[in-house]
């Protein structure tokens, strides 16, 4: 009985938190719609809006492994206090320039870096908590939910954005983030997370960092099932992004504003369908298949949506693609809260994260010339692919050259997921590779976790 208290109240303060982030997420939304509106009136081109999303993704990547040494070693309800605190003040400092008359792009630019920054080192904290948080059998939900807020952001964001910027500006947009930061943090400070104990280890803060990034390195080498599945989603994440970023001018090429629009909100709306019945039912158990198959079905949304320029087509392949993903990332999220030792999960999904997340970058850097300099020439009208099977099976025309780079996105990553699930360390990962977690876990003890030998 004392087991099944203990296990509600934690479960009670995941929801808070959870609850606090989504409110949260959903201002950095409105706030990064706001940013990209004003920064697309301001210069008129496509390449600025590229160049964000570069400089938040980039600090996210090179600083995952010092984040999860923190995570592991800090209190992971400070990080996530400070993280929050830190991207609330970039976003005030640009709300002081835009008030000054004085705001420009570079100073976007700048804020969406420090933003990077500091979620860099929250979302390992947050992350790693989860599995101290709430019982194993109920894991692969709690990913589900996840999803979920990330699919209500996708799907909200850009309706009130849109009427909001028109009614209260980018002035108005930023005072509301500010006021959702202010809920989150606030649901944090009444909240206990529990801090496991980890190794007293001598040395500089860079060697300790190191050798922790070298630790989390190892423990995913010694396990190549979960190491395989890394490189899966590191390829997935290249041949999804590197066309995923071109969806506005895929739209754009022939359609208008309000609906690319539509399009972008049965992109939420799939997120959010997936995520809520993955939320209530739990997903699957055979965990590895359920994530082959969702990118697997990822990459046939993708290729649907790139086959014609028809709005409603495209939508449909974004709808299914952003469908599935929820199963597929809670699926995979699971297994690893599962497989690693919650006391070295700030290290490990440190590293995790920086492998699966390590090909967005260059994705971004190489989807803007490839479309204008390649494929757009290819399928222009009169271009080398007029009169071809490959013209006749996507069109010519403007925007034809990103709907071949969807196209090929698609086809390529049902070929990687195929080869994925032939290796077996991959397909016999939930079987071969010991759980780090009980069972039946009879509730959370808020006193610090013992350190298994490892």
């Given amino acids: 009985m004392n087991g099944e208290i203990?296990?509600?109240?934690?479960?009670?303060?995941?929801?808070?938190?959870?609850?606090?982030?989504?409110?949260?997420?959903?201002?950095?939304?409105?706030?990064?719609?706001?940013?990209?509106?004003?920064?697309?009136?301001t210069t008129g081109n496509a390449t600025p809006l590229a160049l964000t999303a570069l400089f938040s993704i980039l600090p996210r990547v090179l600083l995952?492994?010092?984040?999860?040494?923190?995570?592991?070693?800090?209190?992971?309800?400070?990080?996530?206090?400070?993280?929050?605190?830190?991207?609330?003040?970039?976003?005030?400092?640009?709300?002081?320039?835009?008030?000054l008359g004085s705001l420009q792009v570079w100073h976007i630019y700048l804020a969406a870096l420090i933003s990077g920054l500091f979620g860099s080192f929250q979302e390992p904290a947050y992350i790693s908590s989860i599995s101290l948080l709430v019982p194993k059998k109920h894991l692969t939900r709690a990913s589900g939910m996840i999803q979920m807020s990330q699919g209500i952001e996708s799907l909200l964001t850009p309706l009130l954005a849109g009427l909001l910027y028109g009614t209260i500006g980018l002035q108005g947009i930023i005072w509301i983030d500010f006021a959702t930061f202010i809920f989150a943090v606030s649901t944090l400070l009444f909240v206990r997370i529990p801090q496991p104990v980890v190794e007293t280890e001598q040395g500089a803060g860079w060697k300790i960092i190191l050798q922790d990034s070298v630790f989390g390195w190892k423990y995913l080498r010694m396990r190549p099932?979960?190491?395989?599945?890394?490189?899966?989603?590191?390829?997935?994440?290249?041949?999804?992004?590197?066309?995923?970023?071109l969806l506005s001018p895929l739209v754009l090429s022939f359609s208008t504003p309000e609906m690319l629009g539509v399009v972008q909100s049965a992109l939420g709306l799939g997120m959010l369908a997936g995520s809520v019945i993955m939320s209530v039912?739990?997903?699957?158990?055979r965990r590895v298949l359920t994530v082959v198959l969702c990118l697997t079905m990822g990459g046939v949304g993708f290729a649907i949506a790139g086959l014609r320029?028809?709005?409603?087509?495209?939508?449909?392949?974004?709808?299914?693609?952003?469908?599935?993903?929820?199963?597929?990332?809670?699926?995979?999220?699971?297994?690893?809260?599962?497989?690693?030792?919650?006391?070295?999960?700030?290290?490990?999904?440190?590293?995790?994260?920086?492998?699966?997340?390590?090909?967005?970058?260059?994705?971004?850097?190489?989807?803007?010339p490839l479309a204008d300099r390649v494929f757009e020439p290819l399928m222009q009208s009169g271009g080398p692919a007029e009169g071809t099977f490959l013209g006749a099976l996507l069109q010519t025309g403007p925007g034809r050259g990103a709907g071949l780079m969807f196209v090929l996105s698609g086809v390529i990553m049902v070929i990687a997921s195929a080869f994925a699930y032939s290796y077996s360390p991959i397909r016999n990962l939930e079987d071969e590779l010991p759980d780090a977690l009980p069972d039946v876990p009879e509730g959370v003890s808020e006193e610090p976790l013992p350190v298994p030998n490892a």
């Fill in 225 to 245: 099932g979960l190491f395989g599945l890394l490189v899966y989603f590191a390829l997935a994440n290249f041949l999804l992004n590197i066309s995923a970023i």
């Fill in 64 to 99: 995952f492994p010092a984040a999860g040494t923190l995570a592991d070693r800090w209190n992971r309800r400070w990080v996530m206090v400070l993280s929050d605190t830190g991207s609330a003040l970039s976003t005030l400092a640009i709300l002081f320039l835009f008030s």
């Fill in 6 to 41: 203990i296990t509600l109240r934690t479960m009670k303060t995941f929801f808070l938190i959870w609850a606090g982030q989504l409110v949260s997420l959903l201002g950095s939304g409105l706030t990064s719609f706001a940013f990209s509106v004003w920064i697309f009136q």
């Fill in 281 to 285: 039912w739990g997903g699957p158990r």
């Fill in 309 to 368: 320029p028809d709005p409603w087509l495209i939508g449909s392949g974004m709808f299914a693609a952003l469908f599935f993903a929820p199963f597929g990332s809670g699926s995979a999220q699971a297994i690893f809260q599962i497989k690693v030792a919650p006391e070295v999960q700030g290290r490990v999904f440190a590293v995790r994260s920086l492998i699966s997340r390590s090909m967005m970058p260059v994705a971004y850097l190489l989807s803007g």
